[in-house]
C-alpha cells in the first residue's frame, strides 16, 4: 500500500500512518455546536477532514468515521460559566431546545451535502450519551482524578498532571497556566482554576439538565468527545481532528479524561488539526460578524462577496491551501478559484475522446510517473495544492495530446482517464456541477458576450443599448454590476 505521512500535532513530527488494526482506521473528527448556521470557516474544518476520510478510503482503508453533534454543554464565552449556547437560543426564540438541535442539524446536513462531503459512519449526539457521561465521571472520581464540590463535578487537572503529563498537546505548562490563570467568577467551586467541569450543577432557569448522583446538571463540554470517542472506537484508536482552536481546552481536557478514566498511554495515535480561514488576517468567526453563510456565498448576499461562487468553485478554493496553514478569504482568490476549476473540468471531459495512436515512439508521455506524483503529494500529509498542481500538468498534458503536439496509445488514455477521475472526483471529491451538465457552460458564455456587448455601448455612449441589456436581463432575474474592473452578473 501506498505509504501515508501525517503531520501529528502531539509529537509535532510527520509519522509514518501505521493503523492499529489494518486494514481497520478509525477517526473522530469534532463536530459543529449546533446551535446557529454553519459558517464558511466551520465548511473548511470538515472540508480537510473529509479529506482524510476519502484518501484513506482511496488507498483501501475501512474507515469508521465518528463525527459527532454538540447539541449540550457548550457554554457561552466557552468559560466554565455562561449559559449553554443551544438554551439560549431556545429561550431567546422561545423554542424547545431540541427544536433548535434539530434546526441547525438540518442545516449542516445541507450544507455537507452541497459542498459534497460525505457522510460519516456515526454521527452520535451528546444528548444521546448523557449515561455513559455519567460512568466516565464515576470513573473519574474512582481514581482519584475529579471531586465534587456542590452538585458539580471537577477534573483534578494538578493531581492528574503529578502522574500523567498535562499540556502536551497544546504545549502548555502547568506552572505557567497557573500563574496566567484568573479567577472567574463562580470558580469558587474549583479547588484550582486549571480545573475544569466534568458535570454542571444545572440552576432553576437551565433548560436542559438530567438526573445524576450529583445533581440536576448536565455534562462539561469537553466530556461527550471522551465518551462518543472511546465508545464507538475504543481507549486508543488511530485519528482524532478538529479545528485548530479546538487544541486547547478541549482536545487537552479530552486526553486528560480519556486517560484518567482508563489509564495508559495516548487515547489518540495521530491528532491532527485544520487551520483557520481567515478574512483579512482575522479568524472567520461568527463573533467577529465575518463569517457568513455557505448560502450567502452561493447567491452572493454578503457585504464582502462581489457575486456568488459555486460551491465546487469553493471546495476547489480552499483545497489549494494546505489544510495545516490558514488561507485568507477574498473575491480575487475565488474568481481565481474558479477559472482553475473550469480548466480542470473541461480538460477532463476531453479525456474519454482524446486521439490515439498504435505506438508511442518517441513520446513524452509518461502517465505512471504522473500518477505516481499525485500519490506522493498526497502521502505527504494529505497534500492537495501540490496534487492540484500535478493535476495541471495532466491538463497540459491533454491539451498536447487534443492539439497532436503528444501521441498517447488507447491503453494511455484510459491510465490517465482512471487515474484522473480517481484523485479529482474520489480524492478531491470535485463534482461537475449541475449548472455546466445542464448547458454545457452556454450561460456563462452568452452572459460573458453579453456583458462584453454593453460594455462596448457604454464607451460608445450608446446608453439606450446599454439600458435595455441591462433592463431586459433584470427581468430575467440576472444583475449586471458595474465595478471598476468593469462588469460581473449575478442571478437573483
Ligand atoms: P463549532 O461549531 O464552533 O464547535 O466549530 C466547528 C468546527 O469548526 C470546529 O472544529 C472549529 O475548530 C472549526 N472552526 C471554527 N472557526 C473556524 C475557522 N475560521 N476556520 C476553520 N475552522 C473553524
Ligand atoms: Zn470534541
Known amino acids: 500500500m501506498q505509504s501515508l505521512y501525517i503531520q501529528n500535532s502531539l509529537s509535532r513530527k510527520k509519522e509514518l500512518f501505521v493503523p492499529l488494526n489494518p486494514p481497520y482506521v478509525g477517526m473522530y473528527v469534532c463536530g459543529p455546536t449546533v446551535y446557529s448556521n454553519v459558517h464558511l470557516g466551520n465548511v473548511r474544518t470538515f472540508l480537510t477532514f473529509d479529506i482524510v476520510y476519502r484518501y484513506l478510503t482511496f488507498l483501501g482503508y475501512q474507515v469508521r468515521y465518528v463525527r459527532n ?87 483534578n487537572v494538578r493531581k492528574f498532571s503529578e502522574d500523567f503529563p498535562y499540556g502536551e498537546l497544546s504545549g502548555r505548562r502547568i506552572d505557567d497556566q497557573l500563574s496566567n490563570t484568573r479567577s472567574l467568577d463562580g470558580q469558587d467551586e474549583k479547588n484550582d482554576p486549571l480545573d475544569f467541569a466534568l458535570w454542571k450543577k444545572a440552576d432553576t432557569s ?195 495530446v487534443t492539439s497532436g503536439k503528444i501521441a498517447i496509445t488507447s491503453v494511455q488514455r484510459q491510465e490517465l482517464k482512471d487515474g484522473m477521475e480517481g484523485y479529482v472526483f474520489d480524492v478531491l471529491g470535485l463534482k461537475v456541477e449541475e449548472k455546466t451538465r445542464q448547458d454545457g457552460g452556454d450561460t456563462d458564455a452568452l452572459m460573458g458576450l453579453l456583458v462584453e456587448l454593453r460594455g462596448n455601448a457604454k464607451t460608445n455612449k450608446d446608453w439606450a443599448t446599454a439600458d435595455t441589456i441591462r433592463d431586459t436581463l433584470s427581468q430575467l432575474g440576472i444583475t449586471i454590476m458595474d465595478g471598476k474592473d468593469g462588469s460581473t452578473w449575478k442571478k437573483d
Open 206 to 400: 437551565h433548560l436542559m439538565k438530567w438526573p445524576s448522583p450529583w445533581s440536576e446538571g448536565f455534562p462539561g463540554w469537553h466530556l461527550e468527545c471522551s465518551v462518543m470517542s472511546t465508545k464507538y472506537l475504543g481507549t486508543t484508536f488511530d485519528i482524532h481532528g478538529g479545528g485548530m482552536d479546538l487544541k486547547f481546552p478541549h482536545h487537552e481536557c479530552e486526553i486528560a479524561q480519556n486517560v484518567g478514566a482508563h489509564g495508559g498511554g495516548s487515547p489518540v495515535n495521530y491528532w491532527m488539526h485544520g487551520n483557520m480561514l481567515t478574512v483579512n488576517g482575522r479568524k472567520m468567526a461568527k463573533s467577529e460578524g465575518n463569517g457568513f453563510t455557505p448560502e450567502e456565498l452561493i447567491t452572493g448576499n454578503h457585504p464582502l462577496l462581489e457575486r456568488g461562487y459555486s460551491a465546487m468553485t469553493v471546495r476547489f478554493f480552499m483545497l489549494q491551501g494546505h489544510y495545516a496553514s490558514t488561507l485568507d478569504f477574498s473575491n480575487d482568490a475565488l474568481q481565481a478559484a474558479e477559472k482553475g476549476l473550469e480548466r480542470l473540468v473541461t480538460a477532463m471531459s476531453k479525456l474519454a475522446d482524446l486521439p490515439a495512436t498504435a505506438s508511442t515512439e518517441g513520446s513524452e508521455a509518461d502517465i505512471p510517473s504522473l500518477l505516481d506524483r499525485c500519490a506522493q503529494a498526497m502521502g505527504d500529509d494529505f497534500n492537495t495544492p501540490i496534487l492540484i498542481s500535478v493535476l495541471f500538468d495532466a491538463v497540459k498534458l491533454i491539451n498536447n
Open 69 to 155: 453533534i454538540t447539541d449540550v454543554g457548550h457554554l457561552t464565552g466557552d468559560s466554565e460559566d455562561g449559559e449553554d449556547k443551544i438554551g439560549k437560543k431556545a429561550r431567546l426564540e422561545n423554542l424547545e431546545p431540541m427544536e433548535i438541535v434539530q434546526k441547525y442539524t438540518n442545516d449542516f446536513h445541507d450544507v455537507t451535502r452541497v459542498f459534497n462531503m460525505i457522510s460519516p459512519s456515526i454521527e452520535p449526539s451528546a444528548t444521546g450519551h448523557i449515561v455513559e457521561q455519567i460512568e466516565m465521571i464515576q470513573k473519574i472520581l474512582e481514581r482519584g482524578y475529579g471531586y465534587e464540590s456542590n452538585g458539580s463535578v471537577y477534573f
